[in-house]
């Protein structure tokens, strides 16, 4: 396993990758003696290779396994069978992850429709209860039970969370060449991450940068950025350009702070630290407004970044961005 994950066993803890140490911990998992395999989203930081072998691995394995993932793929070559947790309920179907949005859109749109003739119900149920309560007394009471058991049933529904509302306009005044990074060189000791490398960025351009854990994409990143400086070369940034970064292990995000301070207090995203407005692209905004745009909650608003998920710190970092 340590050999088909290509793990370096003398690397210290403090100076591998986020990549790396993934593959440290799911190695370990996987070379201890077990009938059940719980695996918590193991493709996260994981490079191409690592993933199709870990894929291979579980295809293969006598052993039966548990899978969180967000990767849709993986979750269809491996899976067969579903739960879906959701507002408060687990379900579960016999058949693997490629049959699952169809199911569950399915039984969205039938809650729909209950919920559609539920309301209708109650309409029309309030209007009797107005209008023609006074005969048949006792049989009145009945029907006046029913109308608050349905009134009850509509409020505790909960609502299903639709995906984020994400504006990815770009900003208009910066110029046609983005980035120009001429002939840079970059090494630490006697590791090269580039060398002699030139590349040019234009306004609109879509770019991945793949390669294995370690490799040194993230120091590409930075290179390419001016967060760190080339050995040799130089990098060029384009004029009125504003940069925004999602980082993967989520360290620009204080754990102690709520999520209202961190965009309150933090002048670069418009906050003035005086109230709960903000600037979003140029555009006031009202912060726990712009939140629930992300499925935040007036609860998790006003609450520590702590208590978020990893999934939730991950939005929360869009929403900044």
């Known amino acids: 396993i340590i050999e088909s994950l290509k793990i370096d066993l003398g690397l210290r803890v403090s100076v591998a990758s986020g990549g790396e140490l993934r593959r440290a911990a799911l190695a370990k998992t996987l070379s201890q003696s077990s009938e059940l395999l719980l ?8 490079d191409l290779d690592s993933i199709e072998w870990l894929e291979n691995y579980l295809v293969t394995t006598k052993q039966a396994f548990i899978l969180i993932s967000h990767d849709r793929r993986f979750l269809s070559s491996l899976t067969e069978k579903i739960c879906w947790i959701d507002r408060g309920r687990c379900q579960s ?16 749109e039938e809650e729909f429709i209950d919920q559609k003739k ?12 107005v209008e023609g309560i006074s005969a048949r007394r006792k049989r009145n009471q009945g029907r006046l039970k029913n109308l608050l058991i349905m009134r009850e049933k509509i409020n505790k529904h909960v609502k299903y969370l639709d ?10 005044g910066s110029g046609k060449i983005v980035i120009d990074a001429s002939n840079i060189s970059k090494s630490f000791g006697e590791v090269p991450i580039v060398k002699d490398f030139t590349f040019k960025i234009s306004k609109g351009d879509r770019i991945a940068i793949v390669g294995a854990n370690g490799a040194g994409k993230t120091t590409l990143i930075s290179l390419l950025l001016g967060k760190m400086v080339p050995d040799v070369g130089n990098v060029k940034l384009g004029t009125n350009l504003e940069i925004a970064f999602f980082d993967q292990n989520r360290e620009m995000l204080n754990s102690n702070a709520s999520l209202i301070e961190i965009f309150t207090s933090d002048i670069e995203i418009g906050g003035s630290g005086k109230n709960d407005q903000i600037f979003v692209r140029g555009k006031p905004r009202n912060v726990v407004s712009y939140l629930r745009d992300f499925l935040f909650d007036r609860r998790q608003v006003y609450g520590k970044v702590s208590k978020l998920s990893g999934g939730e710190k991950s939005r929360l970092l869009l929403a900044i961005l």
Do not use: Y
Not at 93 to 108: Q, T, V
Not at 163 to 172: E, L, N, V, Y
């Open 163 to 172: 995906a984020p509302k994400m504006d990815f306009s770009q900003s208009t």
């Open 93 to 108: 179907i016999d058949r693997g992850f490629k049959f699952f949005e169809d199911w569950r859109d399915r039984f969205l």
């Open 39 to 46: 695996l918590d989203e193991p493709t996260n930081h994981l």
């Open 118 to 129: 539920l309301k209708k119900k109650i309409k029309e149920e309030s209007v009797w209860a």
